[in-house]
Nanobody, 120 residues
């Protein structure tokens, strides 16, 4: 199986920055897509950003121009650089990977979540 371990969350003042990291390990054949989701209390989990192994990126409209996703394919690691943070960015952030364990078996895998709190 595949395990994802994430880190980098914390408490930051509005306008500040944080960088989240996610590292995948286990029986990985390949990773097609890597991403970050977030969930605030009482709200649905939403996609924040994603990146393919080829480097193609996409972002939620609410974070465009402020967040940057990147990856290191050799390390099976990806990052979310968050700048100009706003209180509405507060939530639990989960990393995600669309990963193959064999040439034909693919699944979504999730990290344990890390809390990001932005104070007013």
């Amino acid at each position: 199986q595949v395990q994802l371990v994430e880190s980098g969350g914390g408490l930051v003042q509005a306008g500040g920055s944080l960088r989240l990291s996610c590292a995948a390990s286990g029986s990985i054949y390949s990773i097609n897509s890597m991403g970050w989701y977030r969930q605030a209390p009482g709200k649905q989990r939403e996609l924040v950003a994603r990146i393919t192994s080829g480097g193609t990126t996409s972002y939620a409209d609410s974070v465009k121009g402020r967040f940057t996703i990147s990856r290191d394919n050799a390390k099976n690691t990806w990052y979310l650089q968050m700048n100009s943070l706003k209180p509405e960015d507060t939530g639990v952030y989960y990393c995600n990977a669309l990963a193959f364990t064999t040439r034909v078996n693919v699944n979504n895998y999730w990290g344990q979540g890390t809390q990001v709190t932005v104070s007013s």
